[in-house]
């Protein structure tokens, strides 16, 4: 009995001491005291904050909807009610807030499936009050539980929304801690200016299949920021009647502006006060302005606060704080400069003559230096646009737009980019947009301003002496109109060597094809004699349909891209070189690839279209053994490609060399036919190979044949090899007789018996 006398004096002694604090609330730092209730009207119940317009009896509040009944009949110590409900307070707030406590929905099961315990809570508020609808969520907990909220707001019109918690074991909660995503706990927001509260729930399985872990289902409309969900939850909320939530007051029906014209009925009395416009309902909330403290309900209720006094509510240095009427200011003592804030210059001492002195030269100097600067920059900038401009001159722009402009008619002319478009579109010449590199320069790949990507080649060097016939070579390469070469968009003459712009193939090149083991079982026979009839086809038009002629000097695999149809497109001309029509030689210094070279060419230095179509027969073996033109890694003796298969056929073991891949596919005359037509192109002496316009007919010749026979499902053998013996042109071969590029007569110069068929 003493113990129990004991602990209510405790419980009294700390009301009174919460009341004491509470009624004063003003602060020791501030100074600031300001009245919370109407005169003779409580201001607590028990720990509860009571301001006006609340009050607990007629004549201290403002109108009915904020009467608070402080029960301390029931209850000890006391705890308040909104109006007469059983809605308990917890927390009244000026800034238009009220936090209750609300009842939980639950619904809980035996094993046999009978609901022992089931609570529909619901709660309707009185008039200028709405639940907030940001600071509270609609919350469900449970493994078999769905659950739904409804009711009606302001404007009479129904509202409802819900959830379904769901789980199949414990283990499906141990991921989910401290979140609501449905696997146990889900959470939904309610609508704006609600203002009755209906909670519903239930489980569509009676946790038959979750019995073990959870048989109980509990759902409840709660402040967000004080409830987390736990797999514990599950249990502890068993035994809880009621959690918080935040509901928004306001004064009154109409705007700030209607409550004014009616002075009698309008709420923010003091003079310092404001008005603003209630965002989740009706009315309006009345506020102090800043600088201000207090209750705005009451005349003189919001009072100026000291914010030197609170360093919280200011940012000065100690004692440099002075306050002014709704504000204050950091000021600094005579003597000293600065603005008296903590993170800004604060105060120092007043500088001596000396020191300003040195100041003003610092400042000074400081302002020499960035002039300085300037200049610098401006020199480096017009040194660039000049440098720019000698290299436009330099490389032959003058001569290109004069050309272009003679041709201005022609929608295919090249055009000439400048630097900074080019350095745009390829981040700079950054590494990563590398996408080849060979002899005479490197290509990236880049993106224009108008989105469309194109391939840059960046050349080594260029020949000042030959810049006329590098402009040329420009306007005629932008201006050929074939399928099957990769198109000249342009080129930029602002930077020491010329830049290239072409159009983008995406697919790689025919070296990459042939050499690696995955693509080359792709690129069939079929494919192979397609891409080899269409690469002659651009060299027999360079070298017989162009004017003036032109020679690659630098046909290989490697040049040869192929697009996603896998159709050729032949590439690089940065070694090209136009050839005069009263000439068919050009003395030149040797250039091309090692294992390509004519060597013919590289003996005499005389370039002719002939190093074109030995290049070209080396291509042609390629594509039949699948090997390189040079490598280092074979025998000594099978090094240089073509001088091994010219060995090999010597030989008569021609299938022991060709590669795998088309060999297996059984078209052993047209390899036999090919072989032949590589062997010519290999001649020694240029005289004896063929025109490349000979050996694009004969390889589309054998294209056409091969495209007749694919669509003939049984055809007649006799008829294939007559027609494989046809020749479709003649040329003279090293012995100086007439031969037709035909199965039949290849095979006179194929030592007999063939062996290595497989």
């Known amino acids: 009995m003493a113990m129990g006398l004991h602990l209510l004096q405790v419980q009294f002694i700390l009301a009174i001491l919460l009341i004491f604090l509470a009624k004063s609330i003003s602060s020791s730092n501030t100074g600031v005291t300001f009245p919370i209730a109407k005169p003779n009207c409580d201001d607590h119940c028990a720990n509860v904050t009571i301001p006006f317009p609340f009050g607990t009896k007629e004549g201290c509040y403002f109108n009915s909807s904020f009467l608070v009944t402080c029960n301390d009949t029931c209850y000890n110590p006391p705890k308040a009610f909104l109006r007469k409900s059983n809605i308990e307070i917890t927390n009244i707030s000026l800034d238009g807030q009220l936090r209750i406590l609300q009842f939980i929905g639950k619904a809980c099961y035996a094993r046999n499936r009978t609901r022992m315990v089931y609570d529909n809570p619901w709660m309707r508020l009185s ?19 769905n659950a739904i909220v409804y009711g009606n707001r302001l404007n009479k019109n129904e509202y409802r929304t819900g959830c379904r918690s769901w789980c199949n074991t414990k283990d499906d909660l141990e991921d989910d801690e401290g979140s609501c995503s449905g696997l ?8 704006k200016e609600v203002r009755t509260v209906n909670v519903t729930l239930w489980s569509p399985q009676n946790h038959t299949n979750v019995w073990d872990f959870n048989n109980c289902s509990y759902a409840f409309l709660v402040e967000q920021s004080a409830f987390r969900f736990s797999p514990g939850n599950f249990s ?7 959690l918080p939530i935040l509901v928004d007051w306001s004064i009154g029906d109409g705007t700030c502006e209607e409550a004014r014209k009616n002075s009698s009925s309008y709420a923010c009395k003091s003079t310092n006060s404001k008005c603003e416009k209630h965002n989740n309902g009706y009315g309006y909330r009345c506020s102090c302005q800043n600088g201000y403290q207090g209750n705005p309900y009451f005349i003189n209720g919001c009072q100026e606060i000291d914010e030197c006094k609170d360093p919280s509510l200011n940012d000065c240095e100690k004692d440099r704080c002075v306050n002014t009427q709704g504000d204050f200011k950091c000021v600094c003592p005579k003597g000293y400069q ?3 804030k903590k993170d800004g210059r604060g105060c120092i001492r007043g500088q001596s003559l000396v020191l300003k002195l040195v100041a003003g030269n610092a400042i000074g100097v400081i302002v020499l230096l960035l002039a300085a600067c300037c200049i610098y920059v401006e020199l480096n900038r017009r040194k660039f646009v000049r440098m720019k401009h000698k290299f436009f001159l330099q490389n032959g722009g003058l001569l290109l737009q004069e050309q272009l402009i003679r041709r201005d008619k022609s929608p295919d002319t090249a055009k000439i980019f400048s630097s900074e478009e080019l350095k745009k579109a390829t981040n700079n010449f950054h590494d990563s947009v590398i996408i080849g590199q060979g ?22 060097e260029v020949d000042l002496n030959q810049i006329e016939q590098f402009i040329n070579e ?9 399928k099957n070469v990769v198109r000249l968009l342009g080129c930029c003459l602002e930077t020491q060597v010329p830049l290239l712009v072409y159009e983008f193939i995406n697919n790689g090149t025919l070296f990459e094809h042939i050499n690696n083991k995955t693509k080359a079982r792709v690129l069939s026979w079929d494919k192979r004699l397609t891409v080899a009839a269409e690469a002659a086809g651009v060299l027999a038009y360079l070298h017989s349909a162009a004017s003036p002629p032109i020679i690659h000097r630098d046909i290989k695999s490697a040049n040869i891209l192929l697009d996603t149809n896998f159709t050729a497109k032949v590439s690089d ?16 210094m040797v250039q091309g690839t090692f294992g390509y070279l004519d060597p013919e060419y590289m003996q005499t230095n005389q370039l002719t279209e002939k190093s074109d179509v030995y290049s070209f027969g080396v291509v042609l073996v390629e594509l039949l053994t699948g090997k390189k033109a040079l490598s280092y890694d074979r025998p000594e003796e099978e090094r240089n490609l073509a001088s091994y298969f010219l060995s090999t056929l010597k030989q008569g073991s021609l299938f022991k060399v060709l590669d795998d891949n088309i060999v297996c596919e059984g078209n052993n005359e047209e390899l036999i036919a090919v072989s032949m037509l590589a062997k010519m192109c290999l001649y020694v002496r240029g005289e004896d190979r063929p025109s490349m316009k000979e050996v694009a007919m004969e390889l589309e010749r054998l294209r056409l044949l091969r495209k007749h026979y694919l669509v003939q499902t049984q055809p007649n053998s006799e008829e294939m090899e007559s027609l494989l013996s046809e020749p479709m042109n003649d040329f003279r071969n090293g012995e100086g007789s007439s031969i037709g590029i035909g199965y039949d007569s290849m095979r006179n110069h194929i030592p007999s018996p063939i062996s290595g068929g497989r």
Request: glycine share 10%.
């Open 127 to 145: 008039r200028g009050l709405t639940v907030s609808n940001t600071a509270n969520k609609f919350t469900v907990i449970g493994c078999d539980t």
């Open 184 to 191: 146990g706990c889900c959470q939904v927001p309610i609508p």
């Open 236 to 242: 502890s909320l068993r035994d809880v009647k009621t």
């Open 338 to 340: 600065g603005d008296g």
């Open 439 to 460: 002899g005479f320069g490197t290509v990236y790949k880049g993106i224009l301003a108008n989105n469309k990507i194109v391939a840059i080649k960046k050349s080594k």
């Open 474 to 482: 420009v306007i005629v390469l932008s201006q050929i109109n074939h």
């Open 573 to 588: 001309f940065g070694a090209s070189r136009l050839v005069p029509l009263d000439q068919t030689q050009l003395p030149t």
